[in-house]
């Protein structure tokens, strides 16, 4: 091992070291006070009388909210929170998330769900436990800058679904941007067990009496009594004002709601409460002096994180030369994650949660809109392969060259072939894979496992519970890969004479800027000299699925391709195959 590698793995260790000491004491702590933090709450906790009296055990879903003011700089802390309270469900509102940084952050565990808001700041996300069945439902579109989610959680109630909703509202907004946040909960008041939690940004309410001074604040009163809404918290969540509200139409749902200290320097407080499932007796004591003493444990928690993460982030950066793979898997870890694929619907309307099941709702339809035909006239006249073309070869040089050209850290196809060990392998493998490649060429056969793929499906847009809201991508065979790029450098030079100077998709040193830069010069000429311009856009709707492997051989042949490539071509376009691949469970 190098002594790059080996630095790197000991600054790993002493990482993992001080953040499992720091995450033992904390947990320590909370096991210790446990059965204390969930009774007889202090000035600073919110509490339900009924639960308080009855001195009850309960069996729940433990929920969690707070306003971050910025998610991105407390994304550990969240972790440690989360993994030391075991929530089931996380509701963040001021993410201050953003497409260009992409900041979106999911967490192992949990599915990620989220809103962002157009300009500065603003966002809501909700996390919740992946052992949930949960989808998102549509309760109306808030709009911008006023923001709702709303998700349905099956079978955790014994009176039926939860919908759970988180909102945020930005201060002093006015009538009629408040209408849209009007309508949508009147949509969800119909459900039969709803939980709202979001920062309202209404301080002036006097909660107690259900009154307030100025007109948005009292229609939005008006609002929660139409919608038959109970507002469940009566301390402060920032300084002396009570902003995030727990609105429900089912009060008896709920246990231990809390009030406590913030997610890092958030001048927003955390509310912590259970959505009962079940009741067992329990005993209850005081809990202030544990509190204190987790308070304590909690900010040398944090200090050490911090410092490990610095350590660290020093130690790669000073050793980037020598361990690019070490900073680089860094810094993609800190980049937009992947989320995994939620349930699905099927054809027959069924929501599907098992990861094969998912697979193969996916395969269905990615297969279903294939089409080997697409309904043209194939060309009038026949036309012969010229047969006097010398038969290819393929160069040892280019073999190698293409070899050293592969990413190591890309994904492997089907066939288990790692980039990395064909490109370390080059100079050894390079002659007796240009023998191979030139005789399949020559004998026009395509091995089997080249025309197999995994493909994984990526979420468009729309909602995540139709299939037809994704798109797959496959993965296929790297040796099969590097034999494309040698047959497409072969009809490339056969093909300059056909490919014209305005098609700029796929050809070399041509890209989506140089069509506008030839379009815009092409519509600044005609309006200069006052010529009137019509454009028309066509778009194709999934068109590389759509179009026909019989035509397109024959304009192959057309323009006097020669006959091996043809024949290949033909060959590798014949009986594909493909699987879908879900969190690591395959479609047949």
Request: charged share 25%.
């Amino acid at each position: 091992m190098s002594d790059a590698s080996t630095q790197t793995e000991l600054v790993w260790k002493e990482t993992s070291v001080q953040m499992v000491v720091a995450t033992s004491a904390q947990t320590l702590l909370l096991e210790k006070s446990w059965g204390i933090s969930q009774a007889n709450q202090s000035s600073n906790k919110c509490s339900l009388a009924a639960s308080q009296d009855e001195n009850q055990k309960t069996n729940h879903l433990k929920y969690m909210h707070t306003n971050a003011r910025s998610l991105g700089n407390k994304q550990k802390e969240l972790e440690l929170h989360a993994q030391s309270e075991s929530y089931d469900i996380i509701g963040i509102t001021e993410t201050w998330w953003d497409d260009p940084h992409d900041w979106r952050i999911t967490m192992d565990g949990y599915r990620l769900l989220w809103k962002d808001r157009q300009g500065r700041r603003g966002g809501i996300v909700l996390y919740v436990k992946e052992n949930l069945e949960c989808i998102e439902v549509n309760c109306g579109d808030c709009g911008s800058p006023i923001k709702c989610l709303w998700v349905k959680i099956r079978g955790v109630i014994s009176k039926g679904d939860l919908t759970v909703g988180i909102c945020y509202q930005p201060p002093n907004q006015d009538d009629k941007a408040n209408e849209p946040i009007f309508g949508s909960l009147k949509q969800a008041s119909g459900q039969q067990n709803l939980v709202l939690m979001g920062n309202f940004n209404y301080p002036d309410i006097c909660w107690k009496n259900n009154t307030a001074a100025h007109m948005s604040p009292i229609k939005f009163l008006e609002c929660i009594e139409d919608c038959f809404l109970i507002q469940m918290l009566d301390v402060p969540t920032r300084n002396e004002a009570l902003l995030d509200l727990l609105l429900t139409n089912q009060e008896n749902l709920f246990c231990n709601i809390a009030v406590s200290d913030s997610l890092g320097c958030s001048d927003h407080s955390i509310v912590e409460f259970g959505i009962l499932l079940s009741t067992l007796k329990r005993s209850v004591s005081e809990m202030e002096k544990q509190r204190e003493n987790y308070k304590g444990i909690a900010s040398v928690c944090r200090d050490a994180v911090r410092k490990a993460k610095a350590q660290l982030e020093l130690k790669l950066a000073r050793d980037v030369k020598n361990n690019k793979k070490g900073f680089f898997g860094y810094v993609n870890n800190k980049q937009k994650q992947k989320e995994n694929i939620g349930p699905m619907l099927n054809r027959r309307g069924e929501l599907v949660t098992n990861n094969a099941e998912k697979a193969e709702v996916l395969n269905t339809f990615f297969t279903s809109i294939f089409t080997s035909t697409v309904g043209l006239q194939t060309l009038g006249t026949k036309i012969q392969v010229d047969a006097n073309t010398d038969p290819p070869s393929v160069r040892e040089e280019l073999v190698g060259e293409l070899l050293q050209k592969l990413d190591p850290y890309k994904s492997m196809g089907p066939d288990v072939i790692h980039l990395r060990v064909l490109r370390e392998l080059a100079d050894i493998v390079a002659r007796p894979l240009s023998i191979i490649f030139e005789k399949l060429w020559r004998s026009r056969d395509v091995p089997e496992d080249w025309k197999k793929a995994n493909a994984t499906p990526i979420y468009k847009k729309g909602l995540k519970e139709d299939p037809e809201n994704y798109r797959p991508i496959g993965l296929t065979s790297v040796l099969g890969k590097v034999m494309e790029r040698i047959l497409l450098g072969a009809i490339t030079s056969q093909m300059k004479h056909v490919i014209g100077k305005s098609q700029h998709g796929f050809p070399k040193a041509k890209s989506c800027l140089t069509n506008l830069i030839a379009f815009y010069n092409k519509v600044t000429c005609s309006v200069d000299v006052r010529q009137v311009v019509d454009i028309v856009y066509l778009d194709f709707s999934k068109a590389f699925n759509a179009v026909s492997h019989s035509l397109l051989l024959e304009k192959l042949m057309h323009y006097a391709l020669d006959k091996w490539s043809v024949l290949w071509v033909g060959n590798w376009l014949t009986g594909r195959t493909q699987r879908v691949v879900v969190n690591s469970a395959f479609s047949n």
